[in-house]
């Protein structure tokens, strides 16, 4: 008998390593899209938050001509629904309210550059406005 030669190789420690190399740069790219991706997703607890208060406000005013001064006041816990945001009334000669949206302390949306707060007045109108934009 002759002894046939293997013709089966496994992978090199070379080859290994380039694999590994380009699966680091794509990683190294991919993640920080995937998290500013989240943080813009989660803009919409702030909208969420903002908007609930606002329903809070006019049936409030409905009721007593007035807007209220406080979230308290509306029975409010001053926390958007997944708490990534704290959420505050700043109300004006009771005919006029401005909403704020901040980023709760130790919320990662504090690094939300440009949109930590967010803000909503009684005539619709919305700040900043890109951070609006779905």
Same mark, same amino acid.
């Given at each position: 008998m002759t002894a046939m030669k293997s013709s089966i190789r496994g992978i090199t420690l070379i080859e290994l390593m380039v694999v590994l190399i380009v699966l680091a740069v794509l990683a190294s790219i991919a993640y920080p899209s995937y998290v500013d991706q989240v943080r813009r997703s989660r803009r919409a607890d702030?909208? =969420?938050g903002l908007t609930e208060l606002a329903n809070l406000?006019?049936?409030h005013y409905t009721q007593t001509f007035t807007y209220a001064t406080t979230a308290g006041a509306l029975n409010h816990?001053?926390?958007s629904p997944d708490e990534y945001y704290v959420v505050s009334v700043a109300a004006s000669a009771t005919t006029t309210y401005t909403l704020t949206a901040n980023a709760a302390v130790g919320s990662p949306q504090q690094k939300? =550059?440009?949109?930590t707060s967010m803000s909503l007045t009684n005539t619709g109108?919305?700040?900043p406005a890109t951070c609006w934009q779905r």
């Open positions: 702030a909208i =969420t406000q006019e049936r816990s001053g926390k939300d =550059t440009g949109c109108a919305k700040t």
